[in-house]
């Protein structure tokens, strides 16, 4: 596998770094508290399929490095970003509320990661007493396409993607 759902995790925690928001992906394990200010945990909670074209082909392309043809196959998707959103016990809720404003209108005005936003939901904040963090969760949906090139030879994939909607 190429990691392509965890590249589209790291590129929007670092389009929400880019914000000026602390942001990482949900898997890293550093913990939320080490932050002094607020924090945002990005990971993909859901993925649902739809076929691209017959049996998933799309057609060729040429290789950029290569120039050489190569079949591509794809499925449009929908993928729903989770992003939660930690404050300090010291920041309070309106630490996690700001945070969590500009998360979505960095991810409605840019995409998340390129994806066009189809949705974007705040839920309510709460206060988490065991590990002395507020979170506000944040979900958004985004339209893309999950893409993969055959290697040209045995039929074998290579070169998984997610990519934005293609019109």
Known sequence: MSGALNALRAAVAEQLRQAGLNAVTAMEGAPAGRWRGAVAAVSL????????????????RADPETGRERELYGREAELTLAID????????????QQ?????????????AAGL??????TGRTEFLEREGLYRLPVS?????????RTD???????????RGRMR
């Open 140 to 148: 958004c949906r985004c339209g893309a396409w999950l893409t993969a």
């Open 152 to 162: 040209g030879g045995g039929g074998t994939f290579t070169d998984f993607e997610v």
């Open 45 to 60: 909670s859901k993925m649902v399929c739809a076929s691209g074209g017959f049996q998933d082909y799309l057609g060729v």
């Open 85 to 96: 959103v930690f404050a300090p016990r010291d920041g309070g809720e309106r630490a996690c």
């Open 116 to 121: 066009p936003v189809l949705e974007l939901e």
């Open 99 to 111: 945070a969590a404003e500009t998360a979505a209108e960095t991810l409605v005005c840019q995409g």
